[in-house]
C-alpha cells in the first residue's frame, strides 16, 4: 500500500481529534497521484473530497488496502501496518500548528528515503511541500 498525510513542520497529524488544516490543492495533488488507483479513507477523510464517488470509505481502510491502493490517513495509526507500506506522500504545511499526535517519523526514516521533494502554492497555504520516500 501507499500512504498519504499532511502534517506540520513538527510532524503533528492532529490537535484534539481534529485536523491541523486543509487545502484544495493538496485534495487535487491527492486526486492527480491516485488516478485510475484505489483511494482509501475514512469517513472523517472523505468530507474532504466532496462528489468523489470513487473512494473506498471505511473505518477498516488500512487493513483492507491492496498492494497498489493508496491510503489517506488523518487520524490512523499506521505503525501496525508498515510492513505493507511502498510508499509514504508527505505533504507538508511550512507551519507549526497545535497538536497533540504524532506522525512516527523516526520509524519512516530508518525504513525509507526520501526520494523527491517538491513545492507548489496551496491555496490556503502560501506554499506546500510534498515528500516522497520509498
Given at each position: 500500500?501507499?500512504?498519504?498525510?499532511c502534517l506540520d513542520d513538527r510532524d503533528g497529524m492532529l490537535f484534539n481529534q481534529r485536523r491541523q488544516s486543509a487545502d484544495a490543492a493538496v485534495c487535487k495533488c491527492i486526486r492527480e497521484?491516485?488516478?485510475?488507483?484505489?483511494?482509501r479513507m475514512n469517513a472523517y477523510s472523505s468530507s474532504m473530497f466532496p462528489g468523489d464517488d470513487d473512494l473506498?470509505?471505511?473505518?477498516?481502510?488500512?487493513?483492507?488496502?491492496?498492494?497498489?491502493?493508496?491510503c489517506f490517513v488523518e487520524k490512523e495509526d499506521v505503525l501496525p501496518f508498515l510492513d505493507h507500506v511502498k510508499t509514504v506522500?508527505?505533504?507538508?504545511?511550512?507551519?507549526?500548528?497545535?497538536?497533540?499526535?504524532y506522525f512516527p517519523m523516526n520509524e519512516l526514516r530508518a525504513r525509507w528515503k526520501l526520494v523527491e521533494t517538491i513545492e507548489f502554492p496551496g491555496s490556503s497555504h502560501e506554499r506546500i511541500t510534498q515528500e516522497v520516500y520509498q
Open positions: 500500500m501507499n500512504i498519504l498525510i497521484l491516485t488516478k485510475d488507483r484505489c483511494l473506498y470509505v471505511g473505518d477498516d481502510f488500512l487493513s483492507q488496502a491492496g498492494a497498489d491502493d493508496w506522500v508527505i505533504f507538508r504545511w511550512n507551519r507549526v500548528y497545535p497538536r497533540d499526535t
